[in-house]
């Protein structure tokens, strides 16, 4: 420590929010040189590679062929599969000296389709598993939490390419099991959730997230195994309702009850003053019975015009723009702003109803729940009127449904299992069966054995490399510090020699070191001409797992072990230590 | 093989032109992109991480400490050296949504010295060391020969960072030793010359180049050991000459003699009846007699106008305008324009002398030879008009000189030993003392003992490592294939199935590649269902160093080995086979 490139701060970043970017910068780890770029100080590039071979180790037992492309990429392959224009300012994008397009990698796909048909013809040629491990960039909106969301960062993406729908199964099984290992052997504590398939296209797909308080992800479980991805959560359809019988929709004058708050108290004050009969003066509203209409307009990729959407849900949930977002990718999703509403008059802010939608031929969505036969109060299309009893399949019908209301803690689980709860989580790994959006792009073809053309089907499997490096330090600290796991850490061993300048001392500190490298393990030394309690506290603060002082007890031929996790001290014999340390580091 | 993402081709690529491109497309090491940009494949990675390896551990060895920078940097650092705008077309610049000014780098002298600036202060933090094995992106006009030079490629950079000269030629030598012992561990044939620093400002500089005929760098050597890159010749100036009792310059008509050729030819036909008196009729002229003006115009880095500048050399010599260029470095060199002539009519084209570049005031640089006291034959500024006799020092007076001239083999050797010989080669290594220029720029001081700052003074040396691929290649083939060295062969050996199907035969092969494997060797197999004569010609292109057939003789208990390099073929005993192969493979 004495000459290695370190430098550890007793304060915060200014700029760190969470516990993982606070001590990866406290730490030395990590330095950020620009919003979401960040360099590699020497301990920290030991613990990205020592995940990186974890990775690479897993991908290889299951026969993956590691290749790699360039970053530099240019635009014709994306141009192909449209993801040039549908990223829209989601990649940098430059121009060479010559003018021509480019893009730096934010994922593959191209790429591995158009290297598998340059070299393979044959189906005897298939299955095949590529994967990189390799730098990407994506220009996030909004890079946070250090290397937990980067602009610049190492990524271990691979692709099966199978002649058939079992084939791909088994590919996508393989690297589920893969990923298992990965993340067991990084000492993590994780989820598998059922995901959506975003940008890529495609059908089965898994995230595995990471648990964390300061995730990004929000996810459900219940108590039957189901998980998933907030934005995954599919709702369940109730039975839809016979409709005769229903009564009559009827306006109301509601005065001053722009928000779901005022209406429903006003119909339980006023509801038969009002003039509602059906169910007598005694009929009870609540949110739920509401339909709230939410107004968004989508642009798809490369149009220049945004379209009108409306969005029906029960009164009592919020719309999650996110789910929202998922459910219409590839298009771009914005709030309405107030031109919108100027320019499109028959939108009566507060009291949109289905009527003025269909009537000017807006597309209109419902949540799910808005079932043929369900009878909701909304919007009559006038300030200060509702509509009461509007029943869908008799007074209006939408255009299709979709995933759109804000799933909660205790809503009911999909699987049909209790009720869910809630959690957050740090998305480490993606699978997913993309099948044959790529091959069909790029005519991606294997000469069957009856000469006829098989499209290959495509599975494409990413792990966040640089972002575990965040991940396993956001599960793995404590108050003094980090506390890396054996399997990571930049050192199997620390020592610290407890004394300023003692002579003695430092050759002890320094002749055990070089006894423990002699036995195989990788030793940090902290030879500073530096106070005890300054040491102990950066032992503390670089989180290795076995920590060694060399101190006052060598006289009497002791040294004191501690176990970083667990704080537990324990004094053992000068003589013959490093086998026994050896031995504890590899237990 | 059956399984390995490999597809060797028969055919040379159209583009290439060099051996190593040729075969490393052909034989399925690297797949084109975009011009300059790459995708390795299985073996290419193999042998690029070897090479990465052997660079690691020889910086290491010197105490290197590795870190890493992102590819992907601000421009601010850059506008601090000069070096956004100095870099001209030839790095990549983009701009990120925010609208902020990014660059791909190139080189990262000021990240490092930002780095050093962030982490250290006092004087007993020096010397360090610091590099790093990233890909790095410049934007070359005309990239080449493959990976030969790329505009994505990975390059090892490292920086010292020392207190005083003496400390930073210690680091210097200690880095030229490393380079040493890194290519020769590489089995190449290389030299170290002296060169030119280009835009990376400093003083001494050395670059290591493979020998090669395709080499894009000519070099010059001497036999007293004199090697210089051809950009960093210095012409020996000769002693100045008594400017008393040379003849009085003369202006003669020559009709029809606007070339170097012409004239000459003219004036030892009719230099007397041209009036030539000084040294009679007799008098031989040769075009070293000549004085050659070349007009080009320069500009410095972020200027917007050109300057015109004269450049005169004797007339026996071209101008080698890569020499200009690094004479001239930072800033840019053109050629002259028709309307650059017709904006300037006193530029007389063919007949440019001193005197009409004088009066006008245009910068005017000469070769080393024309010192005080040289008569030259040079233009009169009007057509089909000389001037002979023309004296240095008192008919004119240069700006100053320049390395303008070619260098040729035969000239002399700068270090007054014998004469010069040219040859070619491939840079793969720069070494050089940068001094205090990023210091400058970013302050970079240690507090000195006696608390007064200390500013520090820095090398820079660089490694092409995806280069060295092409080099070793390069110099390492034959008519069949690649030949690679041990060290950095993609496999240990490779094992032939000589038969398309033979079940005893396969089985023989799966069974010594699995022992040989367990004796901790690398193993390509060669268990395709194709004819031997197929899988011996891609054992030939593939290069492994040690090929083994398992074919007609194993049934009496032998094996064939060959060894690639010498085409040497040995039949040994089955039995044992494993432990004699790898005996030769460590040998």
């Known amino acids: 420590m004495s000459s290695l490139f370190l430098r550890t701060l007793r304060e915060d970043p200014a700029d760190a929010e969470v516990p993982s970017h606070k001590l990866l910068v406290r730490a030395g780890y990590v330095r950020r040189v620009a919003p979401g770029v960040y360099s590699w100080l020497p301990l920290g590039l030991k613990v990205l590679r020592r995940i990186e071979n974890i990775v690479r180790e897993e991908m290889d037992a299951i026969g993956g062929q590691e290749i790699q492309f360039p970053a530099l990429l240019p635009r014709e392959p994306y141009e192909a599969t449209n993801r040039w224009t549908e990223y829209g300012p989601n990649i940098f994008r430059l121009k060479d000296r010559k003018g021509g397009d480019y893009l730096l990698g934010p994922t593959h796909e191209e790429l591995f389709t158009l290297a598998v048909k340059g070299e393979y013809s044959s189906y005897k040629d298939y299955p095949v ?69 975003g940008a890529m296209g495609g059908s089965a797909s898994e995230e595995f997230l990471a ?33 005769e ?59 220049t015009d945004w379209e009108l959407l409306a969005i029906g849900v ?10 929202v977002e998922a459910g219409l990718e590839p298009a771009e999703v914005a709030l309405l702003e107030e031109k919108d509403f100027a320019a499109n008059p028959f939108l009566v802010k507060g009291y949109i109803g289905p009527k003025a939608l269909q009537d000017n031929g807006v597309r209109y969505l419902v949540d799910p729940r808005v079932v043929t036969g369900t009878a909701w109060v909304t919007g009559a299309d006038e300030v200060d009127h509702h509509v009461v009893d509007l029943v869908v399949g008799r007074d209006f019908t939408p255009d299709g449904t979709v995933e759109a209301a804000e799933v909660r803690a205790g809503d009911p689980s999909p699987d049909g299992q209790g009720v869910l709860e809630a959690a957050r989580g740090i998305e480490i790994g993606h699978i997913f069966q993309l099948g044959r959006k790529y091959a069909n792009a790029f005519s991606l073809d294997a000469l069957g054995p009856d000469s006829k053309p098989v499209r290959i089907t495509m599975g494409s499997y990413g792990v966040g490399v640089s972002r575990l490096v965040a991940a ?83 006289a009497e ?30 237990s």
Not at 187 to 195: D, P, Q, T
Not at 218 to 243: K, L
Not at 314 to 323: A, F, I, L, S, T
Not at 560 to 583: Q, S, V, W
């Open 211 to 243: 648990e964390s308080e300061t995730g990004e992800d929000t996810f459900v479980r219940g108590p039957g195994g189901y998980a998933a991805n907030v934005e995954a959560v599919t709702t369940p359809a109730p039975p839809a309702q016979p409709i």
């Open 314 to 323: 029960p009164g009592d949930r919020e719309v999650d723009m996110k789910r």
């Open 557 to 586: 031929g002791t040294l004191e072990l501690k176990d970083r996790a667990t704080g537990e001290r324990t004094e053992i014999p000068r003589e013959g230590a490093a086998e026994a340390i050896a031995a504890i580091v590899r």
């Open 129 to 197: 598993v590529l994967y990189q491990i390799q730098n990407k960039y994506r220009d996030e909106e909004r890079p946070r939490a250090g290397i937990l969301r980067g602009r610049e960062f190492l990524m271990k993406d691979s692709y099966s390419f199978d002649l058939t729908d079992e084939g791909l199964a088994e590919s996508y099984g393989k690297h589920r099991a893969a990923y298992i290992r990965m993340f067991e052997r990084l000492g993590l504590k994780y989820v598998i959730v059922a995901a959506t398939s």
């Open 472 to 554: 396993v330090a956001e599960q793995s600290h404590d108050e003094s510090g980090l506390v890396w796991p054996r399997s990571v850490a930049p050192f199997d061993v620390h020592v610290v020699i407890a004394h300023k300048n003692n002579p003695e001392l430092f050759e002890g500190g320094e002749s055990l070191a070089a006894e423990l490298e002699a036995a195989g393990l990788s030793v940090i030394l902290d030879d500073r001409k530096a106070s005890p309690g300054v040491k102990f506290a950066d032992a503390e603060l670089l989180g290795v797992p076995t920590i060694v002082v060399v101190g006052r007890g060598l």
């Open 245 to 303: 019988g229903k009564p009559a929709a009827a306006v109301h004058h509601t005065p001053d009850t722009p928000t779901i708050e005022t209406l429903v108290d006003f119909l339980n004050a006023h509801y038969e003053s009002a003039g509602g009969t059906s169910v007598g003066a005694d009929r009870k509203f609540t949110a739920a019975d509401t339909l709230k209409n939410v107004l968004l307009k989508t642009r798809q990729p490369g149009a």
